[in-house]
């Protein structure tokens, strides 16, 4: 889809299809045809918050939203695309709908729901469905400030196509099957990405694991016949503002190992490596609008598989910085592989450190399937990020940390035990336990975000399909833009 501006009236565009967004239930605005009341009475429209109408023999959408914001404008956008899409339409024009935010984060929004909104994973589809669409026209009547924010507009329909297309790019790696998206063909994917991007790029085999005497990571990936992949791309902006490393929990299959899950549990499994997918798709991102950053992404990639040589409960595993870990569940393998992952990327000595990972079950017990998990010892970093995920269109929220729970994760025989002693909080003692592996200087610099809950959609909501989501990416996206503006 091209998305263009056009500083005309929207009535005196020539497109198949004319979208238009009724605010509030208000009617008498002059973009809704007096003749189409009859038509909403007639067809039981109410203008309730994201209710819409297709009126085909007008060629016209109307998308209900209950006030004008980021996130209203950003799902209406998608509703009605969605709808367009079922029909052989090709262009489709849009007014730009302003509010004290102005119009130019509010057209980022909306292209950014188009995009998110049509978006289908039919790569083993016989005949997958056709995007028809070919051009989105946005006209500027009404919206004084044309002379000066023409290049605004334009920037920013610019990055609303770059993060959305980075967040689809996600949603393609994680929904393809685990067959096909391996350990050794995601590091391929990466390397790949970074030649197009011009970034560094190593990719370590388990060798270089040994060398580094990762041996939780290598433990989880020692009965899959799919050898393991840390992969490492960098990327550097000429007067970098700050330095960030990204650290992305890759299992691209996990069967729960010899503590296995139900059948039932390992439908979606291959939605696993969501954490470092979406550390990729941050890197592509951030590359692609030369945001003026140092950004190391850090993935351990790997399949968590049964076998004769499969690590098992019981035993003791010894990370990177020496700490011994007692195995009471082979199901809590990403926090192994996490541990000797975050203990690498501190070695890069970044300014922050924000691990991203589907983690734990528990997290979405206590949050729902809508809402990403946000911990760390630092509470204006935790806010930070919340506040980057409210402006973003996601849903984040703080599981506190607290001086009772570490207890839980103690061991008689090892440092630390790699789950709790009791079902309850599970989402905060796995995070207490990565929390073991970050060294006292980095403590109030890093964040986990346990992206369990949205990352997998198995009932469509809003912009997001069945499927992958892309959970995560905006957020960071949006707390890394800011806070070069802060610098």
């Given at each position: 889809?091209?998305?263009?501006?056009?500083?005309?009236?929207?009535?005196?565009?020539?497109?198949?299809?004319?979208?238009?967004?009724?605010?509030?239930?208000?009617?008498?605005?002059?973009?809704?045809?007096?003749?189409?009341?009859?038509?909403?009475?007639?067809?039981?429209?109410?203008?309730?918050?994201?209710?819409?109408?297709?009126?085909?023999?007008?060629?016209?959408?109307?998308?209900?939203?209950?006030?004008?914001?980021?996130e209203s404008l950003r799902i209406a956008s998608s509703i009605a695309i969605k709808k367009i899409k079922a029909t052989t339409n090709k262009s489709v024009k849009i007014g730009l709908y302003q509010d004290e935010n102005c119009a130019v984060r509010n057209i980022k929004a909306?292209?950014?729901?188009?995009?998110?909104?049509?978006?289908?994973?039919?790569?083993?589809?016989?005949?997958?469905?056709?995007?028809?669409?070919?051009?989105?026209?946005?006209?500027?009547?009404?919206?004084?400030?044309?002379?000066?924010?023409?290049?605004?507009?334009?920037?920013?329909?610019?990055?609303?196509?770059?993060?959305?297309?980075?967040?689809?790019?996600?949603?393609?790696?994680?929904?393809?099957?685990?067959?096909?998206?391996?350990?050794?063909?995601?590091?391929?994917?990466?390397?790949?990405?970074?030649?197009?991007?011009?970034?560094?790029?190593?990719?370590?085999?388990?060798?270089?694991?040994?060398?580094?005497?990762?041996?939780?990571?290598?433990?989880?990936?020692?009965?899959?016949?799919?050898?393991?992949?840390?992969?490492?791309?960098?990327?550097?902006?000429?007067?970098?503002k700050l330095k960030l490393a990204l650290v992305g929990k890759g299992l691209t299959y996990d069967s729960g190992g010899l503590s296995l899950k139900p059948s039932d549990y390992m439908a979606t499994m291959k939605a696993d490596k969501s954490g470092a997918v979406a550390t990729?798709?941050?890197?592509?991102?951030?590359?692609?609008?030369?945001?003026?950053?140092?950004?190391?992404?850090?993935?351990?990639?790997?399949?968590?598989?049964?076998?004769?040589?499969?690590?098992?409960?019981?035993?003791?595993?010894?990370?990177?910085?020496?700490?011994?870990?007692?195995?009471?569940?082979?199901?809590?393998?990403?926090?192994?592989?996490?541990?000797?992952?975050?203990?690498?990327?501190?070695?890069?000595?970044?300014?922050?450190?924000?691990?991203?990972?589907?983690?734990?079950?528990?997290?979405?017990?206590?949050?729902?399937?809508?809402?990403?998990?946000?911990?760390?010892?630092?509470?204006?970093?935790?806010?930070?990020?919340?506040?980057?995920?409210?402006?973003?269109?996601?849903l984040s929220a703080e599981l506190p940390f607290n001086k009772y729970l570490p207890k839980l994760i103690k061991s008689q025989i090892a440092d630390v035990c790699n789950i709790s002693s009791s079902r309850y909080g599970g989402a905060i003692t796995a995070g207490l336990f990565?929390?073991?592996?970050?060294?006292?200087?980095?403590?109030?610099?890093?964040?986990?975000?346990?992206?369990?809950?949205?990352?997998?959609?198995?009932?469509?909501?809003?912009?997001?399909?069945?499927?992958?989501?892309?959970?995560?990416?905006?957020?960071?996206?949006?707390?890394?833009?800011?806070?070069?503006?802060?610098?």
């Open positions: 889809m091209e998305f263009l501006v056009e500083d005309k009236k929207l009535n005196s565009i020539k497109a198949d299809v004319e979208v238009i967004f009724i605010v509030n239930q208000n009617l008498e605005h002059k973009w809704v045809d007096k003749k189409d009341k009859d038509l909403f009475e007639m067809c039981k429209f109410k203008a309730k918050d994201e209710e819409s109408i297709y009126l085909i023999e007008k060629n016209r959408v109307y998308v209900a939203i209950k006030e004008i914001n980021h909306m292209v950014e729901g188009m995009i998110l909104g049509s978006y289908k994973f039919e790569n083993y589809k016989k005949e997958p469905e056709k995007n028809e669409i070919e051009k989105i026209i946005f006209s500027t009547e009404d919206y004084s400030n044309l002379k000066q924010d023409k290049e605004k507009l334009l920037d920013a329909i610019s990055r609303g196509e770059i993060v959305a297309n980075c967040v689809n790019f996600a949603r393609d790696i994680v929904n393809t099957p685990p067959k096909m998206m391996t350990p050794k063909k995601l590091a391929k994917k990466a390397k790949d990405m970074a030649e197009e991007l011009n970034l560094e790029a190593v990719i370590h085999d388990d060798s270089f694991l040994k060398e580094q005497g990762m041996g939780a990571f290598l433990a989880v990936s020692r009965a899959s016949s799919e050898r393991p992949r840390l992969i490492h791309l960098t990327y550097k902006a000429e007067n970098p990729l798709a941050i890197m592509k991102a951030v590359a692609s609008m030369k945001l003026p950053i140092e950004l190391d992404i850090v993935i351990g990639a790997c399949e968590n598989m049964i076998g004769g040589n499969a690590y098992k409960p019981d035993d003791v595993l010894t990370a990177k910085n020496g700490k011994t870990i007692e195995v009471k569940n082979t199901d809590a393998e990403g926090r192994l592989v996490l541990a000797d992952c975050l203990c690498y990327a501190q070695e890069l000595k970044p300014d922050f450190i924000f691990d991203m990972a589907t983690l734990t079950g528990a997290c979405i017990v206590a949050l729902g399937e809508y809402t990403f998990g946000v911990m760390g010892h630092n509470k204006e970093l935790k806010n930070e990020m919340i506040d980057a995920s409210n402006r973003a269109g996601e990565l929390s073991e592996f970050i060294d006292e200087e980095y403590k109030d610099k890093w964040l986990h975000l346990d992206i369990a809950g949205p990352s997998f959609v198995e009932k469509e909501w809003d912009y997001n399909p069945f499927g992958a989501s892309g959970a995560g990416i905006r957020s960071v996206i949006k707390w890394i833009e800011t806070k070069c503006r802060e610098k």
